[in-house]
């Protein structure tokens, strides 16, 4: 056999680690934030609450009508084949609060939302009873209790309603509004700085040379990074200059929590960000057990995290979603693991896979009439075809020991989107 150099192809060379080992260390290394604000529940949306919220009230607050009808003693409903008439004694609108007690043979119309008055106990619907002039007819069909919301029935006073940690929803700020909390304790937005490294790469704004290219990868940053629990720093793109890099890696770490690069990580020769590094801080290479994704960058520059990723632009959104999302996740305290969950879809194709490396493919997934996802892949996977990913809905998760899928295999995929 003949004796050659390990090259980038080749997945079974020694140093290579499992995405599961790369996520352990990454994670094992990682500060979490500790610095909190107080800020209106308006602006909460998407923040991780670092109060546990006890409940001041309960809710709701009175015992209330659950429809539009009629509140009345359940030892007035009649028994079976029969009949009562009940009187009307007054009408209660959602808001008022009914004090009088309600006189032997009659009822209360009522309205949703309305307080249950005195001794009452259940309601009968409007269109459930037969409404003469100045009383209604019930029938048999009724229970006691029904149509009645109890006090504290969603929530009691003293029950924590909302535990640290916990990345805040839409229903979250209703709730913290309906116990009239205006203002909670959140962590801090996690600040990033983002950069893209290459003496290739043009701003946008300008016009590229001849065998330059736009970057694209910080814009994709910017996009996916665009959350109401991160601070953005933009440091544009820096050219492979170990003088412009030092400086601005540095400067960065100075109020940067993380900073994120692409490119320059790799064995090219003009991967300058690695020999900078190098002396600058703590900084790990690795080769990464992904495809894409394969050359990693991660450690701390002074006390800032640094991730350098690939300068593939399908490399970078992939170790984003894949390495970096649950570690800005970890670092903000985050504990009801928002991130999608992985669902099993059937492969639509064949694919093909070399066992000892994770490959995440880009799909497209459906689901047919019996619940059943199904997904196909987006065509050519190369780590610079963006376009792979603008095509696809999920990510196809194929494990490090797998190798080719066969047409009706069960994989993993990972929806881009949730409702939230
Ligand atoms: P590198 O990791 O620096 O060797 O880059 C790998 C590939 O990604 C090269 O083809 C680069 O031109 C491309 N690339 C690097 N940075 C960017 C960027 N910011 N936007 C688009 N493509 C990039
Ligand atoms: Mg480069």
Not at 94 to 117: D, F, K, N, R, V
């Amino acid at each position: 056999m003949m004796n050659r150099k390990p090259n980038c192809t080749d997945i079974n060379e020694p140093g290579l680690l499992h995405i599961d080992q790369a996520k352990k260390a990454i994670f094992d290394a990682l500060p979490v934030l500790q610095d909190t604000q107080q800020i209106p529940i308006e602006q909460a949306k998407g923040r991780c609450l670092s109060e546990s919220i006890i409940s001041p009230l309960q809710v709701p607050g009175h015992t209330n009508s659950a429809v539009d009808g009629y509140a009345i003693r359940s030892s007035d409903l009649p028994s079976d084949k029969l009949e009562t008439r009940l009187t009307i004694q007054a009408t209660v609108l959602a808001g008022q609060l009914y004090t009088e007690p309600c006189q032997p043979g009659h009822c209360i119309h009522i309205m949703t939302g309305a307080a249950m008055p005195l001794d009452l106990d259940t309601v009968i619907m409007q269109e459930h009873c037969q409404i003469t002039q100045d009383a209604i007819l019930i029938d048999a069909r009724h229970k006691k209790g029904q149509n009645v919301r109890q006090a504290g029935e969603d929530i009691q006073l003293g029950d924590t309603i909302l535990p640290e940690g916990k990345l805040l929803c839409p229903a979250d700020i209703g709730l913290l509004a309906s116990l009239a909390i205006t203002e909670i304790k959140v962590k801090r937005k996690l600040r990033i700085a983002i950069a893209s490294t290459g003496n290739e790469i043009y701003s946008i704004a300008s016009v590229a040379a001849e065998g330059g290219l736009y970057d694209s990868n910080r814009y994709s940053l910017l996009a996916a990074l665009d959350r109401s629990d991160i601070e953005i720093i933009n440091l544009g793109i820096i050219r492979d200059n170990e003088t412009d890099l030092l400086k601005c890696f540095n400067e960065a770490a100075g109020y940067a929590d993380i900073i994120i690069s692409t490119g320059g990580v790799s064995v090219g020769e003009a991967d300058y960000t690695k020999a900078v590094l190098k002396d600058s801080g703590d900084i790990n290479f690795w080769k990464v057990a992904m495809k894409p994704g394969r050359p990693i960058a991660f450690g701390k520059i002074k006390q800032a995290v640094f991730f350098g990723l690939p300068g593939n632009p399908v490399a970078v959104l992939v170790t984003l979603y894949q390495l970096v999302l649950p570690a800005l996740e970890r670092m903000l305290g985050i504990t009801d693991s928002p991130i999608a969950p992985l669902l099993k879809a059937r492969s639509l194709e064949p694919i093909r896979k070399k066992t000892g490396r994770t490959e995440i493919q880009r799909g497209i997934v459906s689901q047919i009439a019996t619940g059943e996802l199904q997904v196909k892949t987006t065509g050519k996977q190369g780590s610079g075809i963006l376009s792979s990913i603008s095509m696809a809905n999920a990510f196809i998760i194929l494990e490090h020991e797998r190798d080719s899928i066969k047409k009706g295999d069960w994989v993993d995929v990972q929806l881009f989107s949730g409702l939230f």
